[in-house]
């Protein structure tokens, strides 16, 4: 009986350590590991130092003359563009893989927080389903055509699998890469000169800050540097990693995209410190125009927290 008991006790000893394991290695799986779950898994707690807000080393604000011609429409005044109407924007929310539900969550879950702040103009693009248009080049040329090209702002969201050639489209057919140089040219296409948001979400989505994306009007924000995973963590949580941060500083109350990238640091640092993992590193640049431009809503949904 004595050794049955050992035996026993062995045994779920060994179940346990095995399942901690296997829980870890999908952690530890860059850009995958999230399963689907109905809670939030939006849990974010800022700094007691506000200094760990912001690495200015990550944070690169442009006050460089813009690329186009003096024939193309003038530089929108930073101050006409820090609060605009949420109805004056239109966005669209990407995602790219079908590994995991997470990243369908996370575009399909942001579209529905920009409806709730009064953003007419929202298009999803879904590899797993369910989305307004296919998550393909095809689809969201159409979703950018659809939403129309009228005077406002841009936000294009996508989430996935990256790495240093571009983004990844599962669903689309051949080269499933979704280049800097073919998203610098959809936004010009279709935002041109407008405040322009774009985030990437993915393991090596600091390829998107290259020069050819670093408008004056835009706001680049990605998930990782050139050269770095990004992570899923915990398999209960309903978002990736950099996902489940930056939507849970918005939901916290930030009230501009810097505050937002700011405010998501710490959170995914704490998650990958508690992991052990290279950091990866999130980067974001802010054009000049654009370097304080408010989150659709922020004011009033800032409003309705107090």
């Not at 095995?18 to 999230?34: I, R």
């Not at 936004?187 to 993915?202: E, M, N, Y």
């Not at 654009?290 to 809503?297: F, K």
Request: glycine share 10%; aromatic share 8%.
């Amino acid at each position: 009986m004595q050794f049955a008991s050992t035996y026993g006790a062995g045994l779920v000893r060994s179940v346990a350590i095995l399942f901690a394991a296997a829980t870890l290695l999908f952690s530890l799986s860059a850009c995958v590991t999230s399963q689907d779950a109905r809670q939030s898994g939006l849990a974010w707690r800022a700094p007691a130092d506000n200094r760990q807000l912001a690495s200015l080393e990550r944070v690169v604000v442009d006050v460089r003359p813009s690329r186009r011609d003096e024939g193309a429409v003038a530089p929108v005044n930073p101050m006409s563009t820090a609060e605009l109407m949420s109805g004056r924007w239109k966005a669209v929310l990407v995602s790219g893989s079908r590994s995991t539900s997470a990243y369908d969550a996370a575009a399909f879950d942001l579209g529905q927080r920009l409806r709730e702040r009064g953003v007419v103009h929202v298009a999803t693009a879904l590899t797993g389903g369910g989305g307004d248009f296919d998550a393909n080049r095809a689809g969201i040329r159409q979703a950018m055509e659809w939403l129309g090209n009228e005077q406002g702002a841009c936000l294009f969201f996508a989430t996935g699998h990256s790495n240093i050639e571009g983004f990844h489209l599962d669903a689309d057919r051949g080269n499933r890469t979704l280049t800097p140089s073919e998203l610098d040219r959809l936004l010009d296409k279709h935002c041109g000169d407008r405040p322009t948001v774009a985030i990437i979400s993915g393991c090596d989505a600091g390829v998107f800050l290259d020069s050819r994306m670093r408008q004056p009007n835009r706001i680049l924000i990605a998930a990782s540097a050139k050269g770095r995973d990004s992570y899923g963590a915990r398999m209960s949580d309903r978002y990736v990693n950099f996902d489940r941060c930056l939507i849970g500083a918005i939901d916290a109350g930030a009230a501009t995209w810097r505050e937002a990238f700011q405010r998501a640091l710490p959170c995914v640092q704490e998650r990958e410190a508690w992991l052990g993992v290279r950091p990866s590193d999130p980067q974001a640049f802010f054009g000049a125009t654009v370097a304080d431009l408010a989150i659709p809503g922020a004011t009033r949904f800032t409003a309705q927290m107090r």
